[in-house]
C-alpha cells in the first residue's frame, strides 16, 4: 500500500516563476492538506482540499492556490515566486471517517528552491 | 488554537529513557495532545496520541497530568535512530483538522 506520493522531489525556480507540486494521497484517504516548511521551523499549515473544494486556508497569500481531483489527488500552485517561498512544501492525506485519531500521514514533500 | 511550548533542545544517550514536556496552558476541552516526530528532509510521523492519563505504544508513552496543562512524551532505552525533531500539537483528533506546529524539540542521541 503505497503512502503519500509527491512529486517533483526538488525543483529550482527563479523569482517571478510559477510552479506546480504534485499529491497523491494514501489509499482510503479523500482529504489532502498542504504545509510549508522553512529551514529550521516546524511546518506551517497552507491549505486543505476534500470532496474537490478548498475547505480551511490558513495565513497564506492567494499566489497560493490549489486544487483537488476526483481521484482525491492535489495539486499546489505558487504564482510570481518570491526568494521567500524557498521551502519543503508537505502534503498530508487524511480520511474524514477513517479512524479516530485523526492521524495525518505526510509524505516526503516537495524541495522548492527559489534564485 | 492553544499554543504549546517545548524545550527547543534536548541531547541524550543511547539506552537513556528521554521525556520531553509540552506545555499547553490553553487546552480546550476537546482538544486531544498529539507528538509527531521529523527526520532531516522527511516528512513528520505520527508517534501517538492522548486525551487524559496515559497512553502507550510500541514506541512510546504518553502521560497526561489531571489539569491536562502539560504532557511529557517518553521514548524508552533511545538510539541514535531517534535522534529527530518532535513536535506537540493539541486539537481537535478528526482527520480534517489544519495542524499547528511550534518549532518542536531538536533531540540529539549520542553514542
Known amino acids: 500500500d503505497a503512502g503519500v506520493t509527491q512529486s517533483p522531489t526538488h525543483l529550482i525556480k527563479t523569482r517571478g516563476q510559477q510552479v506546480t507540486l504534485r499529491c497523491s494521497p494514501k489509499?482510503?484517504?479523500?482529504?489532502v492538506s498542504w504545509y510549508q516548511q522553512a529551514l529550521g521551523q516546524g511546518p506551517q499549515f497552507i491549505f486543505q482540499?476534500?470532496?474537490?473544494?478548498?475547505?480551511q486556508r490558513g495565513n497564506f497569500p492567494d499566489r497560493f492556490s490549489g486544487h483537488q481531483f476526483p481521484n482525491y489527488s492535489s495539486e499546489l500552485n505558487v504564482n510570481a515566486l518570491l526568494l521567500g517561498d524557498s521551502a519543503l512544501y508537505l502534503c498530508?492525506?487524511?480520511?474524514?471517517?477513517?479512524?479516530?485519531?485523526?492521524?495525518?500521514?505526510f509524505g516526503e514533500g516537495s524541495r522548492l528552491t527559489v534564485l | 488554537l492553544a499554543k504549546t511550548t517545548q524545550p527547543i533542545s534536548m541531547d541524550s544517550y543511547e539506552g537513556q529513557e528521554v521525556n520531553i514536556t509540552c506545555s499547553h496552558n490553553?487546552?480546550?476541552?476537546?482538544?486531544?495532545i498529539t507528538w509527531y516526530q521529523q527526520f532531516p528532509s522527511q516528512g513528520p510521523r505520527f508517534i501517538i496520541q492522548?486525551?487524559?492519563t496515559k497512553v502507550t505504544n510500541e514506541v512510546a508513552s504518553l502521560f497526561i497530568p489531571a489539569d491536562r496543562k502539560s504532557s511529557t512524551l517518553s521514548l524508552p532505552r533511545v538510539s541514535l535512530s531517534d535522534t529527530a525533531v518532535y513536535y506537540c500539537l493539541v486539537g481537535g483528533n478528526t482527520g480534517r483538522r489544519a495542524l499547528t506546529f511550534g518549532s518542536g524539540t531538536r533531540l540529539q542521541v549520542q553514542p
Open positions: 490553553n487546552i480546550a476541552t476537546n482538544d486531544y
Open positions: 482540499y476534500y470532496e474537490e473544494e478548498e475547505r
Open positions: 498530508a492525506s487524511s480520511s474524514f471517517s477513517g479512524g479516530g485519531t485523526g492521524e495525518l500521514f
Open positions: 492522548g486525551y487524559k
Open positions: 489509499s482510503g484517504h479523500d482529504t
